[in-house]
């Protein structure tokens, strides 16, 4: 399986791990690891809001014989429904432990990194303004943060694994006192997701910058205005600085575009920088 210290070309050329998500258009483990290798990628960003990735669905001794074969690794993207700081009990506990096995899994096969969404929740609409319920009870919110936080910490233990909170549509208030009670923990992390940002007007970019010592992952992809996942070199982000940022802190950077041929577009781009 590789490691980051046996890089492809790509890697050596910039110093960084780069890898890819898992396109629908080809989303069997065998065809990722394949396709992985022949670009010349290090690791395949597992989905789990597939039914093949799901816990209990995916195969591990199957899942480590690909890897070895293309001489990969993986990282994991949580499901994106994933909100273990709903109200109702059964729910919170069913995605809880989701998360528990998904980490599991992740020392089963030598995963460094699981993707989290940070769920806004649900919404009463006003006629002036939207009110988010873990807004108006943030005592409890919180204290589901905290309680979701140490059950990984206890499940994490030792293992170098990170949970990395991915940034999508602009952080609230709640979702930023959420954010700095994980990264008390050495257990959570930072994914910068620098479409995302492009698209809400970059409204989280202090947020990276105040916590980018916790920044540990990326997910690399141009953006025009709100139109983003776009293959690298044909928006209008400034990827030099953001490849540029990944050096600094050493991320593992997904680059992730929803096409094989935007995927293909995007390693052509980065080698002839």
Do not use: W
Not at 92 to 110: F, G, M, P, W
Not at 158 to 171: Q, R, W
Not at 236 to 246: H, R
């Amino acid at each position: 399986m590789k490691t980051q210290e046996n890089p492809t070309a790509l890697s050596q050329k910039f110093g960084l791990v780069f890898g890819m998500p898992t396109p629908i258009e080809s989303p069997e483990a065998a065809d990722c690891a394949a396709l992985c290798g022949e670009l010349g990628l290090s690791f395949v960003e597992l989905n789990m809001n597939l039914p093949q990735y799901q816990i209990g669905t995916m195969p591990p001794d199957m899942l480590l014989q690909l890897a070895d074969k293309a001489s990969i690794f993986y990282t994991i993207h949580l499901d994106e429904n994933c909100n273990p700081f709903d109200f109702n009990p059964a729910v919170s506990e069913a995605y809880s432990q989701t998360v528990l096995d998904a980490i599991a899994l992740a020392k089963r096969l030598n995963v460094p990194v699981l993707n989290l969404h940070l769920s806004k929740g649900i919404y009463f609409t006003l006629p002036e303004k939207r009110v988010y319920l873990f807004a108006a009870y943030r005592s409890d919110y919180l204290t589901k943060v905290r309680a979701f936080r140490e059950s990984c910490e206890r499940a994490i233990g030792s293992a170098d694994i990170k949970i990395a909170i991915e940034n999508c549509d602009g952080y609230t208030d709640f979702q930023r006192e959420a954010i700095a009670l994980l990264l008390e923990s050495p257990v959570f992390g930072l994914t910068f997701d620098i479409g995302h940002n492009h698209g809400c007007g970059g409204v989280d970019t202090d947020v990276m910058h105040r916590c980018e010592d916790r920044l540990c992952h990326m997910h690399m992809h141009d953006a025009s205005g709100k139109k983003n996942h776009l293959p690298l070199g044909t928006g209008e982000l400034p990827l030099a600085d953001y490849l540029a940022l990944a050096q600094k802190r050493h991320c593992r950077v997904v680059l992730e575009t929803k096409t094989i041929r935007s995927l293909r577009q995007s390693v052509a781009y980065l080698m002839n920088l």
